[in-house]
């Protein structure tokens, strides 16, 4: 890699042309990764994308006028300290918010790059190249602006903010909740009937330890193999899967882990502190996320978990 300060007005140029390029294609894979659930969005990410095809236009036509027709290859992973941008693909599912805040740092971080460029030249015609391009780049993220307010009115961004949180709650909250209430509530009973039946911490633990890995492993198949996502929109099986079954583990893992205390009803205690928790935190998800009101989503959570509490401990009496 190559110091930026160490390049010339030569690469310079064709470092920003490979820049907005680069700029160009993020934008198109943006705008068709939004396509479907916000079109608005997609639409101003696609006229975005043809003003920097009109930048790379212009730079070409710099470059030719001043240094022929090769151009060095010279891209942002071969600059240290350069703008760095995560390929659009690592990013999926699209986040509205998320691509709305790249693309106005990328505007910002290249403006800066070339700014910074021409400060320190010292060669007058390089200065004012240099400049011009910045202030393209000032232009461009001015046209960003303006596109954002044709395209996303506020009832729009309203209406597409809204959708995020569905999709959000859809594919990640209800697979997530419904794997830690199963992991939570179902292994209470084998764990606490474990514990009072044996006396003994360390067969609690294990017991609770198989419960939370196969109540896991269940519960992501199941959600995994529900449906494929292209009906309900609730994202890809798979991520489901993985999310319910590990949040499925954490939930019995929770009130096992008290149980590698070797003392007997100071391991229960701490367990049932736990278990509160638990049950607290289930509650406070579903009244943020699924709208359910705070005592009734409390009362619910408690009394499920308070019927397979007490299945388990007179299980385990008996």
Known sequence: MRNFSDLGERE???????NEEEDGRIYLDIAEGLREDYPASSEMFREMAAEENEHRRRLLDLYRSKFGEHIPLIRRQDVRGFIQHKPVW????????AVRELAESMEEETTKFYRR???????VSVRKLLGDLAEAEVQHERMAERLREVNLPQNVLAGEDAHARRSLVLRVIQPGLAGLMDGSVSTLAPVFAAAFATGNTWEAFIVGLAASFGAGISMGFAEALSDNGSLTGRGAPLARGVITGLMTTLGGIGHTLPFLIPVFWTAT??????????????SWIRWRYLDSPPLTAAVQVAFGGALVFATGILIGSS
């Not at 310079?12 to 490979?18: C, K, M, R, S």
């Not at 205690?269 to 289930?282: D, Y």
């Open 90 to 97: 690592q990013m999926y599912p699209l986040n509205i918010k």
């Open 269 to 282: 205690a701490v367990a049932i502190v736990v278990v509160v928790a638990e049950l607290a935190a289930i």
């Open 12 to 18: 310079v140029l064709a470092l920003a042309i490979a």
């Open 117 to 123: 460029a021409a400060e320190r030249s010292t060669d």
